[in-house]
């Protein structure tokens, strides 16, 4: 490119912000926009958990913040006494506290560990054990979907959408 | 003797190698026989990044370290009879089996979960020790090919890939 090309292409600065604008407006316009929604994925195998990363973070960017990757029930909880979350993916059958196991945990009101605004977060499983009787149990302790292993994208899509609209609404902080 | 020999010796029994007439011979093109279920793999492609198959790659070959442990693990849970870890060790390989699109692999993985738990291969009915002893040692030999069959084809798609991207 040369220098009178370049000379000519070069834009004027933008205007200074209004002083008419004030901090409150600018915080409202920021506020207005939804934070993305914190998950937590569980699952005893390293391959699937590195999968399952893989997918969210590049075709749910937007919305979604890949906040814990935890490979066992028992890591889960000890996380979900720590750090708020709004949905979770758990893998069912691992060692020591399946997944089954796990979500009773985080519902048990006998539970004080769990934060309480862990208790009643979302929980999709994601599985290869998805007969009807199963997906049925997983309904009964408490999950909101169950999405079959191998993980269909529009599947998984679906579920996290539907399990997003029992989400309060959002706000910053 | 590799660890990999070491690990079809250790299965193999040849009184009971009722496979052996069916073995593929090695210098033939592997084709995708139900090999891989693509629809399932090629996802796992399409999370590659443009340039390259880096990451899927080194998922694959995770795998392949993964799978290589599981049978050492399940070699040592036959040699015990333990049937509640070779379910579980089935169960586990199964999963990760599924997710990289390895048909055959995923199936036979499902199946040696069943027969640990004294289950027939649809998991409906009950089997004796005797019976689910016999058909998990039929059943890890027939895993065996199968995955041998799947890293084949997976090591001879990633090489193809590197060639085209040189």
Known sequence: ????????????????????????????DISEQP????????????????????????????TIQLTSVMDSG?????????????????????????????????RSSDNHDILVQNKNVPIIA?????????????RQVGMADCVSKPIALPKLRMAIESAMKTIPALSTG | MTERDQTRTAVADPEDDRNGAETENEGEEFEDDGIID????????????????EFSKSLVWNYFEQAEKTFGDMNEAMKKLDFPDLSRLGHFLKGSSAALGLTKVKE????????????????????????AEELIRALLIQMREEYDEAESYLRDFYEGQETQEA
Do not use: W
């Open chain 2, 108 to 131: 036979s993985c499902e199946k040696l979960q069943h027969y640990g738990n004294r289950k027939d291969a649809t998991g409906a009915n009950t089997i004796t020790d005797s019976e």
């Open chain 1, 126 to 138: 994601v599985t290869t054990s998805d007969a009807a009787e199963q997906r049925e149990l997983y």
């Open chain 1, 35 to 62: 934070r993305k929604i914190k998950v937590m994925i569980i699952d005893d195998n390293a391959i699937n958990l590195t999968i399952l990363s893989r997918l969210l973070n590049k075709h749910f960017a937007d």
């Open chain 1, 74 to 106: 028992v890591s889960a909880l000890d996380q979900l006494s720590k750090d708020q979350v709004d949905l979770i993916l758990m893998d069912i059958d691992m060692p020591v506290l399946s997944g089954v196991q796990t979500t009773t945990a985080i």
């Open chain 1, 1 to 28: 490119m040369s220098s009178a090309s370049s000379i000519n292409s070069i834009s004027p600065p933008s205007p200074p912000p209004s002083p008419t604008m004030s901090m409150a407006s600018i915080n409202s």
């Open chain 2, 38 to 53: 693509h629809t399932t793999f090629d996802q796992l492609l399409e999370m590659d990044d443009e340039e390259d198959h």
